[in-house]
T-cell receptor, first 115, second 114 residues
Framework: DVKVTQSSRYLVKRTGEKVFLECVQDMDHENMFWYRQDPGLGLRLIYFSYDVKMKEKGDIPEGYSVSREKKERFSLILESASTNQTSMYLC??????????????FGSGTRLTVV | AQSVSQHNHHVILSEAASLELGCNYSYGGTVNLFWYVQYPGQHLQLLLKYFSGDPLVKGIKGFEAEFIKSKFSFNLRKPSVQWSDTAEYFCAVKPNTGFQKLVFGTGTRLLVSP
């Protein structure tokens, strides 16, 4: 019943490090998303992708980039980690067609701490 | 820009109490509406959704929500909560045109005491 898998549950990184968060989905979905979840702020969209090698900025893309070389994999990259990027990061996917009948499917999240 | 408001940030209830969580959105056109739940340590799961038709929709675990178009609202309800309903609840909206991008509310943390 595996759907969306995020490679790490917890990560601790140092300020200035380059950080890669990986997400893989096994449902052949076209769309993939990266959100960050912070208390009192809900889920905020960082980047999304609607096809291989295609990407679009979300609401808070600053300090992040993404890569989608294969349909099933969507990577979030923190070019130079900072303490204000300490957060829970959620990956999600959805089919490319239809009316989003079942919403998004979410991964379990990666809790990143930048020290 | 579209926005979603959840005015209750924290709610504390005793078991068997009734629950209503508010959700309002700002978008003038047709929308799809969702409620997600996140149990402690778990991923977000879809509770229920509204696309069209009967504005009262029923979801899993006894939850229901009512879409009131004139009020731009989609409130979540449950007649009698259980301790296992302790979780964070998120309302989400997608305009019915354009890309499938959900806009989430800030969430409501529900604590049900036994």
């Amino acid at each position: 019943d595996v759907k969306v898998t995020q490679s790490s549950r917890y990560l601790v990184k140092r300020t200035g490090e380059k950080v890669f968060l990986e997400c893989v989905q096994d449902m052949d979905h076209e769309n993939m998303f990266w959100y960050r979840q912070d208390p009192g702020l809900g889920l905020r969209l960082i980047y999304f992708s609607y096809d291989v090698k295609m990407k679009e900025k979300g609401d808070i893309p600053e300090g992040y980039s993404v890569s989608r070389e294969k349909k099933e994999r969507f990577s979030l990259i923190l070019e130079s980690a900072s303490t204000n990027q300490t957060s829970m990061y959620l990956c999600a996917s959805s089919p490319g067609t239809g009316a989003l009948l079942n919403g998004y499917t979410f991964g379990s999240g990666t809790r990143l701490t930048v020290v | 820009a579209q926005s979603v408001s959840q005015h209750n940030h924290h709610v504390i209830l005793s078991e068997a109490a009734s629950l209503e969580l508010g959700c309002n959105y700002s978008y003038g056109g047709t929308v799809n509406l969702f409620w997600y739940v996140q149990y402690p340590g778990q991923h977000l799961q879809l509770l229920l959704k509204y696309f069209s038709g009967d504005p009262l929709v029923k979801g899993i675990k006894g939850f229901e929500a009512e879409f009131i178009k004139s009020k731009f609202s989609f409130n979540l309800r449950k007649p009698s909560v259980q301790w296992s309903d302790t979780a964070e609840y998120f309302c989400a909206v997608k305009p019915n045109t354009g890309f499938q991008k959900l806009v989430f509310g800030t969430g409501t943390r529900l604590l049900v005491s036994p």
